[in-house]
């Protein structure tokens, strides 16, 4: 463990003529061959010798790991339709392999200075390679799904992927670099989708001169370095070999190979060469495009040659061409022209490879995968990881209902729905492998026959489906309207509506995913932006603003007029707002506004209806006033005040005369005239006209539920008295009321009484008429003692009605009770009196009524 002093210059083989390679310092503290463990000793017996040792070396801090959460976030975003998205043309790591593929064949590239790598840590090599081999397979599984969206017309999918795709790649640079990598970050593989067909190419025969094949190198670990680097860019610097103590395992041989193995490997070089010089030369033809097409299938041959020599059975017949490829891409480029809106058939589903999780049914299938994603769920939660927690909810509510439809037996789109790692697709029938995913090794037992479904029952289609019928309704919409305002030359407004239904792409597709969307916040349709723009013109903003006298009152001359009125303001306002939004770019308050201004609309059509009503509703009123004013006139006449007679006919002429305003605008079908509301007071001096100045009339109107055993057998009547004269007070009785407890009497008597005698008002302030209630018979039994000689009547009850409340009203009725001396004896009788007037005073009532006049 001696070290030897420094000589104080470093190593440099150029002076011996072998290039310029720079020899790290042999003084430094870590020794060529040493480990940590060798270190900590050395530092350790420094201490305990007291010999002053140098302390212990700090070790390399390692690179910052950029963050995966935010990594995989940000290429999940949502792109909007009209910004630029570039593809793979300006992807680095291609064009840099390009480069390097073509200055193979002109100059020899310099040779890196040699570091010293660190060494790796035990048992990551295995795991980094199962890593890199499973990020590999998963960007071929992007790269032909991104492929295939793109042939089909759908641009969002297509975007996805290639988010995803780049996720990827920056995963597999960072597992090459030696950095670990989470099994949840690396993105689930997707569905491919149906590709275009393509001929079958016939096998070629093999090679005569067998290619030898390239040794496989194994990633290198990040080499280390003395000062620690500003950014750790690992991809761009070539690995080269470490110093080993131990010779490497040498690599597997080849000729051992079975021939036939032997000869389908050459076939799958021979292909894999043939799409490097076709990259090269589209590359010198200027054709950048097509060049890293080619490109991408020479890096998916890798994952191919490597499931080949690892044992997998596959069908070379279905190895890629360059010609199939120069004629998808072709057909790529004309898609994307043009718009393409029909819809794809369910991709059939690729065999299962050997070692995931299988399910014998679609039903096991399906629950298989919920439960996985309920657990992810759970995790996502336990860890506070919200996003994640989101998305998985939402995964999991398409396998619930997937699950409920599969159950009752309707289809579900097994497409949308994401598969987990380690799981086998969904078992079908009828499924053949993929062009660039190995078959298995060993064959499938051959499918036992389903029997055929039953026709799915119509279902009510839920709020979803109504949601999402809508928006490709509204979408349609514009479409057509583009269209049509090509046709007319409006170009700037074809380019409009055109823009518009490309912005629905992205809110059906989260229709599509179970997703509510603000339909408020939906552009209003052409047709509907028609109306409101051809029957209102939109002013200047000035104008727009409400002025401080719209605020309708109780007492405006012409209520309908002044709501017609605001709502046109609010209207413009509502325009003029809506341009604004637009004109800024904010499409959502823009669509807020444009449905205001349909609900003002439509308030504005009520008031339009209303207006019509008006004249029926003036008709009316005026009536009742013309018959208030002619009730009146007549009352005064007959009590002789000819004076508020001749005032309230006048006002009855009035009010005709604008009853035939009325009537004459409403036939000829005219709108409203003006008016106006008067709160006007009458006074109305009270009076029974047709009663004498010296009469009192009684009526004995009816009994209330009179208190006796037998009340539907039990006959009635009335006696009164009243006390004037005194010396011979006035008395009578109804007639006898039969077999019931609640009669009806209605007896009326008129007494005479003397207005201005003394006696008369003083039995008035202090006496009462005396009523009295008999029943005929005893009114408790039924026998001998009630009929003939000893029949008798009985007195079931009595009351008093005083009279002092007649020197102020002319009217009194009330409800009196019963009594049985001082005891309530149950029931009441209804009575009323009336004079022609007071006796004292005269009883005035006032009123207040809200006037209609119309404006002359």
């Known amino acids: 463990m001696y070290k030897k002093p420094s000589s104080g210059k470093r190593g440099n083989l150029s002076q011996f003529g072998l290039l310029d390679v720079d020899i790290p310092d042999v003084d430094d503290d870590e020794p060529l061959d040493g480990s940590d463990d060798d270190i900590d000793l050395e530092a350790e017996l420094a201490a305990i010798s007291g010999g002053g040792g140098k302390p212990r070396p700090k070790k390399r801090v390692p690179a910052v790991v950029a963050d995966l959460d935010s990594m995989i976030a940000a290429s999940l975003r949502d792109i909007p339709s009209d910004e630029d998205v570039s593809g793979d043309e300006d992807d680095p790591d291609l064009l840099r392999e390009l480069q390097s593929m073509s200055l193979d064949d002109e100059a020899p590239t310099e040779q890196p200075r040699a570091t010293r790598p660190a060494p790796p840590p035990p048992g990551s090599a295995a795991s980094s390679n199962s890593t890199i081999n499973l990020l590999q397979q998963r960007i071929s599984n992007y790269t032909l799904a991104e492929k295939n969206a793109k042939q089909a017309g759908e ?48 096998q070629p025969s093999p090679p005569e001169q067998p290619l030898t094949p390239p040794e496989p190198t194994p990633p290198m670990p990040p080499p280390r370095s003395t000062s620690i680097p500003s950014a750790p860019e690992p991809e761009e610097r070539p690995p080269t070999p470490p110093e080993p103590k131990e010779p490497p395992p040498p690599p597997p041989d080849f000729e051992a190979m079975d021939p036939a193995k032997q000869e389908g490997l050459q076939v799958i070089l021979k292909r894999k060469e043939e799409f490097k010089a076709a990259a090269l030369a589209s590359k010198h033809a200027g054709d950048k495009a097509m060049a890293l097409e080619y490109l991408k299938v020479v890096k998916q041959f890798d994952i191919v040659v490597e499931a080949y020599k690892s044992g997998q059975e596959m069908d070379l017949n279905e190895l890629p061409t360059t010609e199939a490829i120069a004629a998808a891409v072709r057909d790529q480029q004309k898609g994307e022209d043009q718009t ?44 506070g990881n919200s996003s994640k927690a989101r998305r998985m909810g939402r995964i999991v509510k398409q396998y619930q209902d997937a699950v409920r439809l599969n159950a009752a037996g309707k289809p579900f789109s097994a497409e949308d729905l994401p598969t987990p790692n380690g799981y086998a697709p969904l078992p079908t029938s009828g499924s053949h492998p993929s062009s660039s995913t190995p078959a298995p090794s060993t064959p499938k037992p051959a499918p036992s026959p389903r029997p055929a479904p039953k026709p799915a029952t119509p279902q009510q289609p839920t709020r979803y489906d109504k949601q999402l ?45 179970g997703l ?76 807020r506004f444009e449905h205001l201004a349909v609900s003002v609309k439509q308030d504005l059509d009520v008031v339009a209806v209303a207006k019509r009503l008006v004249m029926s ?16 006139r007549d009352h005064y006449r007959a009590m002789g005040n000819i004076a508020e007679s001749n005032r309230f006919e006048h006002l009855a002429v009035s009010v005709k005369q604008d009853l035939d305003v009325v009537a004459v605008a409403k036939s000829l079908g005219e709108n409203p005239p003006k008016f106006h509301y008067e709160n006007r007071k009458f006074s109305v001096v009270q009076c029974n006209t ?77 006496h009462g008429i005396k009523l009295e209630l008999y029943s005929r018979g005893c009114g408790s039994c039924s026998g001998l003692c009630c009929s003939g000689w000893f029949s008798k009547d009985s007195l079931l009850g009595g009351l008093t009605v005083k009279l002092a409340p007649l020197e102020t009203q002319v009217t009194l009725h009330e409800a009196f009770p019963l009594m049985d001396g001082r005891r309530p004896a149950g029931g009441s009788l209804e009575v009323k009196l009336r004079v022609r007037t007071p006796l004292l005073q005269q009883q005035v009532e006032s009123t207040t009524h809200r006037w209609l006049v119309i404006d002359n």
Request: some cysteine.
């Open 469 to 513: 019928a809508l928006l490709l309704h509204r979408q349609k919409q514009f479409k057509e309207a583009a269209i049509l305002a090509k046709k007319n030359g409006d170009i700037a407004q074809a380019k409009e509506y055109l823009r518009a239904a490309k912005g629905f792409d992205s809110v059906i597709e989260a229709a599509e995913g």
């Open 690 to 766: 047709d009663l004498n100045e010296n009469d009192l009339e009684l009526t004995i109107v009816r009994g209330i539920a009179y208190n006796v055993p037998n009340p539907k057998d039990v006959d009635t009547y009335v006696k009164f008295e009243f006390p004037f004269p005194q010396e011979a007070p006035v008395s009578d009785r109804t007639p006898l009321v039969k077999d019931t407890n609640s009669p009806q009497y209605d007896a009326v008597f008129t007494l005479p009484i003397q207005r201005g005698a003394r006696p008369c008002l003083r039995v008035f302030k202090r």
């Open 617 to 632: 509703r003036l008709h009316q009123q005026l009536t009742s006033q013309l018959k208030l004013c002619l009730t009146n």
């Open 155 to 202: 641009s969002s999918k297509a975007r996805r992927y290639g988010r995803g795709l780049k996720t990827l790649n920056d995963l597999l640079k960072q597992a090459k670099a030696g950095r670990p990598i989470k099994d949840e970050d690396i993105p689930p593989p997707v569905s491919l989708g149906k590709p275009d067909s393509q001929p079958p190419e016939s």
């Open 516 to 591: 509510t969307v603000d339909l408020k916040s939906l552009p209003l349709p052409p047709t509907a932006k028609k109306q409101i723009e051809d029957t209102f013109d939109v002013v200047s903003t000035e104008d727009c603003g409400p002025p401080d006298d719209t605020a309708i009152r109780l007492d405006d001359e012409d209520v309908m007029s002044r709501l017609h009125q605001q709502l046109t303001s609010q209207l413009k306002l509502c325009l003029t707002n809506r341009d604004h939004y637009r004109a800024m770019g904010n499409i959502a308050e823009s669509n």
């Open 340 to 383: 393409q809106n029909s819809s794809e058939p369910a991709p059939e589903p690729a065999p299962e490879p050997v070692g995931l999780i299988t399910a014998s049914t679609v039903d096991e299938a399906l629950r298989q995968r919920l439960a996985h994603f309920q657990e992810q769920e759970a995790k996502a939660k336990e860890e």
